[in-house]
DNA sequence: CTGTTAGCGCGTTCAT
DNA sequence: ATGAACGCGCTAACAG
């Protein structure tokens, strides 16, 4: 076990010949007019020297904060989450914070307190996409927290960071039916959050909206396969075919397009599919996917920049976060009968 | 700032009218025998009443061990990353450890110390596919350390967790010439790490063995826009055109099956395409991709495992997962001139 | 069987 | 301008 013990602010403070809190106030950098240039200078060298680190478990406990969030995502796996991850994370930097996962099992349900043992730990909670009830031990806890997509809360209740799904759904209809489509299947994932709910209701809204416009659901979920089970499903329903499936994620998109494939339909000459997300696997497809970019990093940084505002006392309003319209390949006008 | 002050072992053990101690083995489970069930039931009684959590800060520095772990990972957003994590995090969990994550800046170089601050509070570090000279700094802190997809180490350096690329690579070859094929194009990572090394140079030595094989190779990024271009690089040499392309990950194949398709040739009529990794990405392209599953949950399990059992003292034997071949659609056999 | 004591490393106050 | 002393909450030793 060699080089184990580490050097603490008492080796520094021996080292440079000056007292523990000489090296507190130094390497704290709140010595203005306290501590001679000197003495400072020397304190640095020696802190330099012997490659001390403050040990951050007696910074903790002495100080009572742990300048640690704690970022609750259904799933890592999801290219969406990693990249929430990665935006928050970020900004946590930039303000000599950590960031701790928490991936709540199967993301649904209250999942298993991840407070047991982490609440102690951390300063905040950063939440995204759960189902309101599953928070109701964190707010009891009195822990600051964070809601990522899961629209805007009550007046009192915690701040929010959401995308405009609504106006994003509302872009893709427009282009589906500016481009001549009236026989949509939405294909919706068969999760219940506030997310799903508005894609559903804005579909049916815009939709009706339009003369000779005839919408059918199918619910699936979020995998590949379950999708193109509906995909098939949709495509051979009884009377006349959809010409556009209108999907509530790339990867769902995904299995529409196989389905079409396999039932001898060419995209998008035959059938449109759009997706939503914008993953990596948009472009990776073939035909490239019409999609929704969502800005999954900002939705990160800017839960974490809320989070660190709830903590200083800093007002935090609602965010919501512009999405876009990328056309691609997989949308063209409808054949013609 | 309602219920901030949350209860210490003080408060339950004036509670339950015992002493600190008391309060300390009973809730660390060490008391056979010391305390009588009475007392012990009280101090779990008053804990529970006052909804008391230790605080972890102070074990930590009472202790010396913070349970944690680093992970050291070039990109989240990569899913085989993720999933690491996610295997990592669940062995830690059943330890009662906690895992944070690095994500190194751009996965090359000696990245930016991620110890600055994070050394002092963790008790041990899992780095993925890192460069070795990126590692120094680690070795030299003195702080345990497993590493993942790096290679056999030497004998007396850190416990390692392997796939078996090799073999991998092995079994690839072996699909595509017992398919018939002879011209295959190895469409490489343009990496400079082991696994990367490992497979370039398996595929050289395996194809060296076969009657009339030839072998080109074409770099490029991790990506898919590169590797479409590699691949109409490939595909449009001059000379006999390759009937196969061997990718070095599935996000490689995407992009070949997109120049394939984008120069009037069928996946796989005209041209195999092979991934490796079997990401989500594999299932959902059509055709669906002939891969190399990688057990990556595993691998993040195992060195879990490893940095526990070095924690321990206990042997840490090197490991090698295995990893199988997963025949798909997009390979077949050449087609007859 | 239980309580008392000491100290982990740090940041802060008070006294020099 | 600097040093001595204290306590954050916890657990491991030792007394009773």
Redesign the interface.
């Known amino acids: 076990?060699?080089?184990?013990d580490?050097p603490t602010s008492r080796d520094v403070a021996r080292a440079a010949g000056v007292s523990q809190a000489t090296v507190s106030l130094v390497l704290g950098g709140k010595w203005r007019g306290r501590v001679s240039e000197r003495t400072a200078d020397a304190v640095r060298r020696a802190a330099g020297e012997l490659?001390y680190?403050?040990?951050?478990?007696?910074r903790?406990?002495r100080l009572g904060r742990?300048r640690t969030a704690l970022l609750v995502v259904p799933a890592?796996?999801?290219?969406y989450f990693?990249?929430v991850?990665?935006g928050a994370?970020r900004v946590a930097d930039e303000h000599?914070f950590?960031?701790?996962?928490y991936?709540s099992p199967e993301g649904t349900g209250p999942a298993r307190d991840p407070?047991?043992?982490?609440?102690?730990?951390i300063d905040g909670v950063i939440a995204s996409s759960m189902a309101a009830d599953a928070l109701s031990g964190i707010a009891d806890?009195?822990l600051p927290l964070v809601m990522l997509d899961s629209g805007p809360g009550a007046a009192g209740g915690p701040p929010t960071v959401d995308l405009a799904v609504a106006d994003g759904i509302r872009q893709v209809v427009r282009h589906l039916v500016g481009l001549g489509h009236r026989r949509i299947t939405h294909l919706a994932a068969d999760v219940d959050t506030w997310t799903f709910r508005v894609r559903a209701q804005t579909v049916r809204e815009e939709l009706a909206g339009v003369a000779g416009a005839e919408l059918a659901t199918e619910r699936c979920e979020l995998d590949?396969?379950p999708a193109r089970a509906a995909a098939v499903r949709a495509l051979t329903a009884p009377g006349r075919r959809p010409t556009a499936l209108l999907c509530d994620g790339d990867?769902l998109a995904?299995?529409a397009?196989?389905a079409a494939?396999g039932l001898g339909l060419r995209v998008p000459d035959d059938v449109s599919v759009s997706g939503f997300d914008d993953l990596?696997?948009a472009?990776?497809?073939?035909p490239e996917l019409t999609t929704v970019r969502l800005p999954a990093e900002d939705v990160g940084a800017r839960g974490m920049s809320a989070l660190l505002a709830l903590l200083d006392g800093a007002p935090t309003p609602p965010t919501e976060l512009p999405v876009h319209l990328i056309p691609r390949a997989s949308t063209s006008p409808p054949p013609t009968d």
């Open positions: 076990m060699a080089g184990s580490r490659e680190r403050p040990n951050l478990a007696a903790s406990l742990t890592l796996t999801h290219e990693a990249r991850y990665t994370a000599d950590g960031v701790v996962l991936p407070f047991g043992s982490a609440r102690a730990a806890g009195g590949v396969g990867v995904a299995g397009c196989k494939r990596s696997l472009t990776a497809l073939d």
